[in-house]
């Protein structure tokens, strides 16, 4: 079997009395695009902190192309590209000598590598003389990403590269990893947003320093273990309550305008449901059953024990 791109074993951190990476184990296999998915606090900064020799583990093993994170730090910083969650390149030089400045550190030189950021840095290019504390969030991802990978890296590690950015930003990003992903360039990008989990090839589900779940997307919602219904009323907050209340529910969450209702098979009908809030005096009941997403899964696991 080949030697995994990324490799962690019984990796944990802790912060004073914060328990920040609780014992996960996980392997990323090469070109893999392999995604993080949970809320501020999961641990997906720690961990790609760690895994980038920025931060030392209090326990466990990690590798990466087969570098210790601790012997091998040197080797492993020529051989990674690094886009943290907070925007840090230097906001008083402009896009132009941003890129040089990276590129200088590594040795190389735009030229010399500019076809591997060319269909990012093409997009930002007409700006190059503009401060880089002057773009837009789009762009300066854009930046922050062409940065990265002018050293042409084997392993790239994106730490919430589109939070704070609009939708049509973030499609074009997940577009460009998917370019760079056929290229053969392993990627890990953690992402708070659910709906970003259907676009990588596994994902690793966090909540409060522990992996709950590694799968691909398909199998994540395949395994979800129940059934489920979209509720809506002209009432959400009260509607949020009463469901709660009703005999055979396992969980209500709010989804947007309307919400989600869990339940074992057989135990309600939307039929019954139906007439239940018509008895609480909600009005404009609109009840659909509905299939699970990935935001269903996460909430389930958060309330199922960890497997040991």
């Not at 840095?121 to 190059?128: A, G, L, R, T, V």
């Amino acid at each position: 079997m080949s030697v995994p791109s990324v490799h962690v074993q019984q990796l944990t951190k802790r912060f004073k009395d914060t328990l920040a990476l609780d014992d996960i184990s996980f392997d990323v296999g090469r070109g893999e695009l392999f995604g993080f998915i949970g809320p501020d606090g999961a641990g997906k900064t720690s961990l790609f902190r760690i895994l980038t020799t920025l931060l030392l583990a209090d326990a466990g093993i990690c590798t990466v192309e087969g570098f210790d994170v601790v012997k091998d730090y040197r080797q492993i910083r020529k051989i990674s590209g690094y886009m943290p969650g907070k925007f840090s390149l230097y906001q008083d030089l402009t896009v132009e000598e941003n890129l040089k400045f990276f590129a200088t550190i590594f040795g190389t030189t735009i030229r010399e590598n500019y076809d591997l950021v060319k269909e990012i840095y093409q997009q930002i290019e007409p700006f190059k003389n503009r401060k880089a504390g002057k773009l837009s969030g789009g762009m300066k991802q854009k930046l922050a990403l062409s940065c990265a990978m002018i050293h042409k890296p084997e392993v790239l590690f994106l730490d919430e590269p589109t939070t704070g950015v609009d939708a049509v930003s973030r499609l074009e990003f997940w577009e460009m990893l998917k370019r760079l992903k056929a290229s053969g360039i392993t990627i890990l990008v953690s992402t708070p947003y659910m709906d970003e989990a259907s676009l990588c090839d596994r994902v690793a589900l966090m909540q409060s320093g522990r992996i709950m779940t590694i799968s691909t997307p398909q199998e994540v919602i395949s395994n979800y273990p129940l059934s489920l219904l979209s509720v809506k009323s002209g009432d959400i907050y009260t509607l949020l309550g009463e469901l709660r209340e009703y005999p055979g529910v396992h969980s209500v969450y709010a989804f947007g305008q309307s919400a989600h209702v869990a339940y074992q098979k057989n135990d309600i009908t939307p039929e019954s449901l139906h007439f239940f809030l018509k008895s609480k005096g909600h009005k404009q009941v609109e009840i659909i059953e509905t299939v699970a997403n990935i935001e269903d899964c996460f909430m389930e696991l958060m309330t199922s024990p960890m497997k040991e």
